[in-house]
């Protein structure tokens, strides 16, 4: 992959200019400074509020009998820890092996839904009687020293945020690529106010929200954690990422998923006013071309740390061309 192969269309003209100011005038060097103890509020004490509401931590899964007692476990372990009430609902997307007779002999309620990951957090999240609502892949196998909800939940619990994404630890795995040849360049494109939101690893289905954000229309396959992303980030609510540690769920590609997700975020871009709707085409021409450099990744030839420093300038730089 070199810099000087074919450039993607120009996305860089396509962007939704931001409205001028009123008047006509021009910023002179006159012209009134902000104060920089403008809107700084000092308090004698704490004015957070630490939330007692009941959780849910909802588990999608399908055909998941493998792990699925020990997500169960891990959840009903994390409502213990943070001294919550609440509940551990797994959604049984159109299982055929026993995963729904093990979530239930777990602990978990269990209930029936059909086929396709958005299908299922809807339907867990409609069952689901908590104020604060987590959710955790039915496959996600976390090694920290506390359960994966746990570590979602408390700074919602705290009253700290409004909604928590994990940003999962990396080893240099090829998916991690797509953040830093799609996500990052596109986000920080369109929306890089997001960016600090949702974390490195902003497709995880690991996360927790209080109700009302949870109530927004989603899609019924993999793209539903992008569209959650989109839609938080349209709130005013504090979403965080947090940190996470070593984690293992079974490698299953989607290949067809990247250009979904494009897919959903050019959707809402345009109907937010981010994007013209005349701006798609530089953008496709432009994730075609980085999609291809992406592929060449050669694992045990290339340093996956500098590969992805080399794809993200690339990626960076075609966008902006």
């Known amino acids: 992959m070199t810099e000087t192969s074919a450039q ?13 100011s009123g008047g006509g005038g021009s910023t002179t060097a006159s012209a009134a400074r902000i ?17 007692q509401q009941p959780v849910s931590i909802c588990v999608p899964a399908h055909n998941e009998a493998a792990t699925i007692t020990e997500v169960v476990h891990d959840a ?20 055929t092996d026993d995963s729904a007779d093990l979530a239930e ?5 269990v209930i029936e839904c059909g086929r396709g990951k958005g299908v299922a957090l809807k339907a867990g999240v409609a069952t689901a009687k908590g104020d604060i609502i ?4 039915g496959d996600f196998r976390y090694f920290g020293p506390e359960p994966i909800a746990a570590t979602l939940l408390r700074p919602i619990l705290s009253g700290t945020a ?20 799609f996500f990052a360049p596109l986000a920080g494109r369109l929306y890089p106010e997001m960016l600090a939101k949702v974390g490195t690893t902003p497709w995880s289905g690991q996360r927790a929200a209080i109700r009302p954000l949870w109530n927004v229309d989603l899609p019924d396959d993999f793209t539903v954690e992008m569209a959650l992303n989109l839609a938080w980030n349209d709130s005013s609510a504090r979403v965080r990422p947090v940190l ?20 959903v975020i050019l959707a809402h871009a345009i109907s937010t006013g981010r994007l013209r709707p005349d701006g798609t085409a530089p953008v496709l021409a432009w994730f075609n071309h980085v999609h291809d ?6 694992p045990g030839a290339d340093d996956p740390a500098e590969f992805e420093t080399r794809l993200l300038r690339f990626s960076t730089e075609a966008l902006a061309a």
């Open 134 to 137: 987590a959710t955790v892949d």
């Open 244 to 263: 996470s540690d070593d984690w293992t769920n079974p490698q299953r590609p989607k290949p067809d998923l990247l250009r979904a997700e494009l897919e």
């Open 105 to 109: 002999r777990a602990g978990a309620r």
């Open 35 to 51: 104060d920089p103890a403008l809107g700084l509020n000092l308090v004698p004490s704490r004015e957070l509020q630490a939330r």
């Open 293 to 298: 450099c992406m592929a060449t990744y050669q």
């Open 8 to 20: 993607p269309g120009h996305a860089s003209s396509d962007a939704a200019a931001p409205a001028s």
């Open 162 to 181: 409004d909604a928590t994404i994990a940003d999962l630890y990396w080893r240099p795995l090829y998916p991690q690529l797509t953040y830093y040849g």
């Open 76 to 95: 009903l372990r994390a409502l213990k820890l943070l001294g919550a009430d609440g509940e551990v609902i797994v959604a049984a997307s159109a299982c």
